[in-house]
């Protein structure tokens, strides 16, 4: 079956070449998508806030708390900065950005376990979304072309060898259900109606032997995440 994968540059782009076979292993296989989720961490390099991490240090420091040489909390410092010390605003700013990206992150990672959860309890034997390729077909390229828009990307013609898994990104479970609302959600996902595939949104879960049969383009953006 031929289809499309769009390559974020940065994950094992050795992988990816002209004429190259690839093998999808789901038990060795983590995809970009797994990696967000179990890299998502809740502090910050301490260089990115040198004016502000200077005045807490010297109060941690006053306070008998070692200061912070690496990493600290978005937390810490966000709530340092709505106290009455006086921070630049570029750094506030920096500061209210990243926390708006984490949050954002935070409830894909939220949205993307409970779909897990709930494949792996109730249809085990489809394809996990954090152990796939992630594959589109020709009407849907120019969609996710613009869909992913971060960091550069190279756009491959492949052929897959193994019956993909067939759904679509509309039915996707929404962000702002809870948890386990999400878990219910993600049935519709799982078990896709044939009224609801066939539009510009159907994404194809790959495994197995894949072929990266050759590049026919790419796309190059400004980094959404630090």
């Known amino acids: 079956m031929e289809l499309f994968h769009l390559h974020l540059l940065g994950n094992h782009d050795s992988d990816y070449k002209e004429n190259k076979t690839l093998i999808v292993d789901p038990k060795k296989f983590n995809n970009r998508l797994y990696k967000r989720i179990y890299d998502m961490n ?9 004016s502000t991490m200077s005045k807490f240090n010297r109060l941690c420091e006053l306070n008998g708390i070692q200061p912070f040489e690496d990493r600290v909390n978005l937390g810490e410092i966000i709530g340092f900065m709505q106290d009455k010390y006086v921070c630049p605003q570029q750094e506030i700013k920096l500061a209210n950005k990243l926390a708006m990206e984490k949050l954002l992150q935070e409830g894909i990672n939220l949205r993307e376990l409970a779909m897990e959860e709930y494949r792996s309890k109730n ?3 489809i394809y ?5 390729l992630f594959a589109c077909d020709e009407k849907s390229l120019d969609f996710w072309l613009h869909q992913i828009r971060d960091n550069e990307l190279d756009i491959f013609r492949i052929d897959v060898e193994d019956e993909p898994f067939h759904s679509s990104e509309n039915l996707l479970p929404d962000e702002s259900l809870s948890y386990g609302q999400k878990i219910e959600a993600s049935r519709q996902y ?20 894949v072929l990266i049969k050759e590049k026919i383009g790419e796309a190059r953006f400004e980094k959404k995440n630090r």
């Open 42 to 50: 809740p502090t910050v390099e301490i260089k990115e806030f040198p």
């Open 128 to 132: 996990s979304r954090l152990h796939s």
């Open 190 to 209: 799982f078990h896709p109606r044939a009224k609801d595939l066939g539009t510009f949104y159907d994404e194809y879960l790959v495994q197995g032997k």
């Open 123 to 125: 249809c085990p034997e």
